[in-house]
T-cell receptor, first 115, second 111 residues
Framework: EPEVTQTPSHQVTQMGQEVILRCVPI?????FYWYRQILGQKVEFLVS????????KSEIFDDQFSVERPDGSNFTLKIRSTKLEDSAMYFC?????????????FGQGTRLTVV | DAKTTQPNSMESNEEEPVHLPCNHS???????IHWYRQLPSQGPEYVIH???SNVNNRMASLAIAEDRKSSTLILHRATLRDAAVYYC????????????FGTGTKLQVIP
C-alpha cells in the first residue's frame, strides 16, 4: 500500500541552525501538507501546497518557514533559524484531491528537538 | 469551519464493540464526515468517511444519522491496537480543504 515517508525520524539541532525536513508524498497525489504537534498538544496545520505553490498557510508558518517540491517527488519543510519552541513532531501529508478522494495520508513524522 | 463535538475520552473492553459518537449540528449539505485516528507516537491515520449513507471498510463502520447532525464510528471488535485518539472532522467536498484537528476522543482499550 502506498505511504508517505519522512526522513529523518528524529533530528536534533542547535538553536539558530537551519533544518530541512524531508517527505516523499504518495506519487499520484496533488495536495501536500505539513503539520506539527507539540508534545501533549493537538495536531496543528502549518501549510498546504498545490500546483507548485502554497495554497494556504497558518499563522505559525511565518518567514522562518519555507516549503519546496524540488524534483516532483520530494516535499521539504525548511526552518531557517530554529527556536526552542520549534521542538515538535512534524508530519507531512498528501491527498489525491480529486473528486471523492479527499482523505489525507500522513507520514510517521520527524521529531525535531532544538537544544 | 463547521464544528464537531466529541467526548474527551472513552473506555472499552478488548474484543467488544466500540461506538464513538460525534455531534455536528451545523453541518452543511456539502460536508463529508471524516474520521481519523492517531495511535501513540504515530502520525494521524485516515479511518473512514461518508456523506449520507452508512459506510463500511476494513477498519470500521460509520453510521450517519438521517438528519446528518451526528455520526458514530463503530469499531466492531476493539483490540489493544485500537487505543488511540479518534478525530471526527467535517470536510467540504466543494474543493480543497485542509484537515483541521480538534482534541478528539481518547479511546482506552482494557485487556
Amino acid at each position: 500500500e502506498p505511504e508517505v515517508t519522512q526522513t529523518p525520524s528524529h533530528q536534533v539541532t542547535q538553536m539558530g541552525q537551519e533544518v530541512i525536513l524531508r517527505c516523499v508524498p504518495i506519487s499520484n497525489h496533488l495536495y501536500f501538507y505539513w503539520y506539527r504537534q507539540i508534545l501533549g498538544q493537538k495536531v496543528e496545520f502549518l501549510v498546504s501546497f498545490y500546483n507548485n505553490e502554497i495554497s494556504e498557510k497558518s499563522e505559525i508558518f511565518d518567514d522562518q518557514f519555507s516549503v519546496e517540491r524540488p524534483d516532483g517527488s520530494n516535499f521539504t519543510l525548511k526552518i531557517r533559524s530554529t527556536k526552542l519552541e520549534d521542538s515538535a513532531m512534524y508530519f507531512c501529508a498528501s491527498s489525491d484531491g480529486r473528486t471523492g478522494r479527499t482523505e489525507a495520508f500522513f507520514g510517521q513524522g520527524t521529531r525535531l528537538t532544538v537544544v | 469551519d463547521a464544528k464537531t463535538t466529541q467526548p474527551n475520552s472513552m473506555e472499552s473492553n478488548e474484543e467488544e464493540p466500540v461506538h464513538l459518537p460525534c455531534n455536528h449540528s451545523t453541518i452543511s449539505g456539502t460536508d463529508y464526515i471524516h474520521w481519523y485516528r492517531q495511535l501513540p507516537s504515530q502520525g494521524p491515520e485516515y479511518v473512514i468517511h461518508g456523506l449520507t449513507s452508512n459506510v463500511n471498510n476494513r477498519m470500521a463502520s460509520l453510521a450517519i444519522a438521517e438528519d446528518r447532525k451526528s455520526s458514530t464510528l463503530i469499531l466492531h471488535r476493539a483490540t489493544l491496537r485500537d487505543a488511540a485518539v479518534y478525530y471526527c472532522i467535517l470536510y467540504d467536498s466543494g474543493g480543497y480543504q485542509k484537515v483541521t484537528f480538534g482534541t478528539g476522543t481518547k479511546l482506552q482499550v482494557i485487556p
